[in-house]
């Protein structure tokens, strides 16, 4: 909805790569609305995560994970979703696809390390 009343906006970049961090950063903001019980307590996240103390002091870089974190940002913005490898490149679903993203899939859920409230209990 909010896409089609900005459509005529002309200072809204067209760029693919701005519109795509534009959204990761308002769906990033967006979510700390739901998680806190009051808007007091969303606004209290919001301090922290922007008044981080040290934050100017000198820290040890782990190039390995800033190399990951670089690559699979790169990954995300050039590679086809599903519905552009359906749709443009006419790609049909692999078996193998599915083995590895369950595989993939179980790992991630076994190494959960703490479990929190379901979200929606809270509503």
Do not use: D
Request: one cysteine or more; charged letters at 15%.
């Amino acid at each position: 909805e909010l896409h089609h009343h900005l459509k005529g906006v002309k200072w809204i970049p067209r760029n693919r790569v701005w519109a795509q961090i534009g959204t990761f950063l308002l769906a990033t903001i967006g979510w700390v609305f739901f998680r806190p019980p009051t808007f007091e307590a969303s606004w209290t996240i919001f301090g922290k995560l922007f008044n981080i103390p040290g934050l100017f002091q000198q820290v040890s870089i782990q190039w390995e994970l800033i190399f990951f974190i670089i690559l699979a940002g790169f990954w995300a913005m050039v590679a086809p979703n599903a519905v552009e490898l359906i749709r443009e490149k006419k790609a049909e679903p692999k078996t193998w696809w599915a083995v590895v993203l369950g595989i993939l899939t179980a790992v991630c859920v076994l190494l959960f390390s703490e479990s929190g409230p379901f979200l929606y209990f809270q509503f």
